[in-house]
């Protein structure tokens, strides 16, 4: 599939960058990119249990759909890499449902998760 593609987001999103940030632009959610509300959930993209360590901010409803849409060893095999959990087809629909949501939008997430 596309290949171009799977870079897109990366740059604005250095995994490896622990540093302390200093005020700069206000935090996005790694998954949809809306700006943050007040809660935020500190993630691994690669679960722990996999190895992962770095964490990203998301909204609690993007957490809980990762989490719906993914199985941790999925996860892990996606190595935290943004790109291919918004290339499935779950994603892009939530994606756009929730684009236009507040913030601090939340709503329950019907548990689907597939075997
Ligand atoms: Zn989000």
């Known amino acids: 599939m596309a290949k171009r593609d799977r870079r897109r987001a990366e740059a604005d999103f ?6 302390e940030r200093e005020a ?3 935090p996005a ?6 700006p943050l509300g007040e809660k935020v959930d500190q993630y691994h993209p ?10 990203v901010p998301l909204h609690p409803i993007c957490r809980r ?10 996860l892990a095999r996606t190595a935290g ?3 291919t959990l918004i290339d499935h087809p779950e994603i892009v629909r939530f994606l756009g449902w929730v ?5 601090d939008f ?8 597939k075997r």
């Not at 250095?14 to 540093?19: I, M, T």
């Open 81 to 83: 890499n943004r790109d």
């Open 106 to 113: 939340d709503a329950p997430t019907a548990p689907r998760r």
């Open 29 to 34: 959610c790694w998954l949809c990119l809306r």
């Open 65 to 74: 759909t990762i989490e719906t849409v993914f199985t941790n060893a999925e």
């Open 14 to 19: 250095d995994l490896d960058s622990d540093d």
């Open 24 to 26: 700069g632009p206000p």
């Open 99 to 103: 684009a236009e949501k507040a913030p």
């Open 46 to 55: 690669v679960p722990k249990s996999k190895g992962g360590r770095a964490t």
